[in-house]
């Protein structure tokens, strides 16, 4: 311990050799450059100012970490805006860019275990990350406001993080926007407060959430606030939207919560919601945790139910259970979209088995669900062959087993991240069966295998 902390001592410059620099990427082929090594963030404090009319935004990021190697410097990821100032448990900190990272070097250097303070100023005017594979994500500017939403990259165009799902954090958000529009984010609401022509709107979310699930979407919305079992549940329309089928879907968000529940366990989140945008940009529902995000094309002159199910299941499997590298989306999507199948069959539609087997008519078995690619990460194997997967499971090991799999590994991975092959592992244990064969056919197969009736 006196050695420990008398290293500590050392100017950041001076420790290299006892310390040295976290990784500026963690590794992950499908986000080369992404996520950051040497240390676990706990909290992001974010407050933030934002004036649609100027389309600038400026705040603070204060973050909560643990070195978990003696770290000389670190790295955030962080695109394009300006940082005007850095500390580090109070004393200010050498900082650099790097292209989309923030490099920072602290007076003294962390060692492992240490945890510590980082405090950011920054600002200026937020743009998407456009990629030709996986289209626009992240800060929209729009005519009354912003929207913040992207997946797999997002929050690094707003504020500085860790940006990749293996470090999942807690978050309090406070955004100020002028009177009379609304900054609506994830968790809990704080209240809000007014002052000189500025409303603060306050969030918490103290179930850890990874990077791209948190939003801001900031305008003129139709807010309505409730409770369902004791949680609040915040849903909002665009009022550029006349009331109808959004308002009258997202009004099922507790019923559909309820259906889920009694498949997969307990809803594991502190607040429910939704919000339905109208941006012709933004043309997706995303998973956004406790209060998902859609796309108004989703409901045209129907209230769709089917996306509010497929983005619900999220919070179980994809926000509550993430994946670890991007390779195991099928984890989320795949649940996701078999939870469509279920709520379908629920609310008087085809059967799960009609829907299977019209989709593995339509499969393609030249393309895997499970490691699909890069420029296939959002493609209908990740989706539909992954439902196809869990069904085929469901009819293989019974309803009573498949379903007690699904609810305990709801409960043993809740607030933290998994893999493919930890599922096919509890999968065994659950089933008292050998899988390995059955995945492998289902997942990355190369041709059809038999659909289980």
Not at 82 to 93: I, Q, W
């Amino acid at each position: 311990m006196v050695a420990l902390l008398s290293v500590a001592g050392y100017p950041g410059e001076q420790a290299e050799g006892l310390f040295r620099p976290g990784a500026a990427d963690l590794g992950d082929p499908y986000l080369p450059g992404l996520g950051n090594g040497g240390y676990d963030v706990a909290h992001y404090t974010l407050r933030l100012r934002y004036p649609p009319a100027e389309g600038r935004l400026s705040g603070t990021a204060v973050i909560t970490a643990t070195a978990t190697q003696n770290l000389s410097r670190f790295n955030l990821d962080l695109a394009g805006l300006t940082v005007t100032s850095v500390t580090v448990d109070g004393r200010p900190a050498r900082h650099t860019r790097e292209r989309a990272e923030l490099v920072i070097t602290p007076a003294v250097g962390l060692p492992a275990g240490r945890r510590f303070t980082v405090d950011i100023a920054y600002g200026g005017v937020p743009q998407p990350v456009t990629d030709p594979r996986l289209g626009s994500n992240g800060f929209h500017t729009t005519a009354d406001g912003a929207i913040a939403l992207g997946q797999p990259i997002s929050a690094s165009t707003w504020f500085p993080v860790n940006d990749h799902p293996s470090d999942k954090a807690t978050y309090d958000i406070a955004v100020s926007v002028p009177d009379g529009l609304v900054a609506l984010s994830n968790g809990v609401p704080r209240g809000t407060s007014r002052a000189d022509g500025w409303t603060t709107w306050r969030w918490s979310v103290r179930s850890l959430m990874a990077s791209y699930l948190v939003t801001l979407v900031i305008g003129d919305y139709r807010v309505e606030t409730r409770s369902h079992r004791g949680k609040p549940m915040i849903t909002a329309v665009a009022a550029s939207l006349p009331p109808g089928p959004a308002d009258a879907a997202l009004a099922r968000t507790g019923e559909i919560v309820d259906f889920l529940e009694s498949r997969f366990g307990p809803y594991p989140f502190e607040a429910y919601g939704g919000i339905v945008i109208d941006d012709d940009r933004i043309r997706f529902a995303l998973e956004t945790q406790t209060r998902p995000v859609y796309s108004e094309v989703f409901f045209g002159t129907e209230p769709t139910t089917w996306v509010v199910a497929h983005e619900l299941a999220h919070q179980w499997f994809g926000d509550s259970v993430s994946i670890h590298r991007w390779r195991d989306i099928w984890l989320n999507e795949g649940f996701a979209t078999y939870a469509e199948w279920l709520w379908e069959e629920h609310d008087g539609g085809r059967s799960a088995q009609e829907i299977a087997e019209a989709e593995y008519a339509l499969t393609d078995w030249s393309q895997p669900a499970l490691d699909p690619g890069r420029e296939n990460l959002f493609s209908r194997a990740v989706y539909q062959r992954g439902a196809l997967t869990l069904h085929a499971l469901r009819r293989t090991v019974g309803d009573d087993t498949f379903f007690r799999l699904l609810r305990v590994w709801a409960e043993t991975k809740r607030d933290g991240n998994a893999t493919t092959a930890e599922f096919i592992a509890l999968a065994e244990r659950v089933s008292g069966r050998e899988l390995a064969g059955f995945f492998a056919a289902w997942l990355t197969g190369r041709t059809a295998p038999p659909l289980p009736d």
